[in-house]
């Protein structure tokens, strides 16, 4: 099959959400050793995405009713939900290992410009991420290891070929940070990388072109709204030898209908003398295309 049909098959495979299928499809495109353009990374990206999210999902809710079953001492419950949450396990393996193999072996090699090796590098960081999160023992420290190894080599790509606020680095500063407190429970410093992300783009707010500017102040918002989250967690009380809190359920990302201008945005952030007063929501950028259409979403264009 041709690199063509390839890429048009994927699209369809989208429009009619067989997301496995996009996936396969994409992988042929990704398989050849040529620099892929935007419209091909960000097929890949979707593609792997949903099938992934929706494992992530599943993952979640089965743990959320183990934890539960667990608590209530129902042994033979307990039994039967663990032998279904570890079959979904092996499925996010599976499909982690799947593109990790296609981003070693292809497209980081075959990257070309500095904006598609930050691309790829945080996709590595985020599916050993994912890895990381239901992975226990050495497992866990090799995936979060590797996490931290990508991740770092995104962002000293990213710090000297992109602008601060370009997209793409503020989504890894993003997603970086959301490493940090959630895999390394590193709250403190998960905080100050998404501050100082949030602050030099701030800083540079005026410079941002109309193209970008809708994605990057989008993605500028979340980094306040984790902010905002995580210094209420730290304020709040706990009680002694209790463990800090993993994971809480997402909530659907709020819509913005209508972005106001540079100047008004710049204000409406900076103005609370109470720093990151409002937003009350953890999210991920998923590495979605440029335009910030996978942030938290299940299926492209439609909140998750």
């Not at 100047?263 to 998923?286: C, H, I, Q, V, Y």
Request: proline share 4%.
């Amino acid at each position: 099959m041709g690199q063509e049909d390839a890429v048009y098959l994927a699209k369809l495979a989208e429009q009619a959400e067989r997301y496995e299928e996009m996936v396969e499809n994409m992988k042929i495109v990704a398989s050849a050793d040529v620099e892929l353009t935007v419209e091909e990374r960000n097929l890949l990206s979707v593609a792997y995405k949903n099938v992934i999210g929706a494992r992530r999902a599943s993952w979640r809710i089965v743990t959320s009713i183990e934890q539960k079953e667990e608590s209530k001492g129902n042994e033979g419950q307990v039994t039967l939900i663990k032998e279904y949450r570890q079959k979904i396990e092996a499925e996010l393996a599976k499909i982690c290992d799947d593109i990790l193999e296609v981003l070693d072996n292809h497209l980081i090699k075959s990257a070309q410009t500095g904006e598609s090796k930050v691309f790829y590098h945080k996709m590595k960081g985020d599916y050993h991420r994912y890895l990381a999160e239901f992975a226990i023992g050495d497992r866990r420290k090799g995936a979060a290891d590797y996490s931290l190894e990508a991740y770092k080599a995104a962002t000293e790509i990213a710090q000297t070929d992109l602008a601060p606020t370009h997209p793409i680095r503020l989504g890894l500063a993003l997603n970086f940070s959301v490493f940090y407190y959630e895999i390394l429970n590193s709250p403190d410093q998960a905080c100050h990388l998404a501050k100082l992300a949030f602050d030099d783009a701030i800083a540079e707010l005026d410079t941002l072109s109309e193209e970008s500017y809708k994605d990057s102040t989008l993605i500028m918002q979340l980094l306040r709204d984790n902010l905002t989250l995580w210094t209420s967690s730290e304020a709040e009380p706990s009680q002694e030898g209790a463990a800090p809190p993993r994971r809480r359920r997402r909530l659907p990302p709020r819509r913005v209908r209508s972005l106001p201008s540079k100047r008004k945005f710049k204000k409406n952030l900076m103005m609370d003398s109470r720093p990151w007063a409002d937003g009350t929501t953890k999210r991920e950028l998923r590495d979605g295309p440029p335009g910030c259409k996978e942030i938290e979403r299940g299926k492209k264009g439609k909140g998750r």
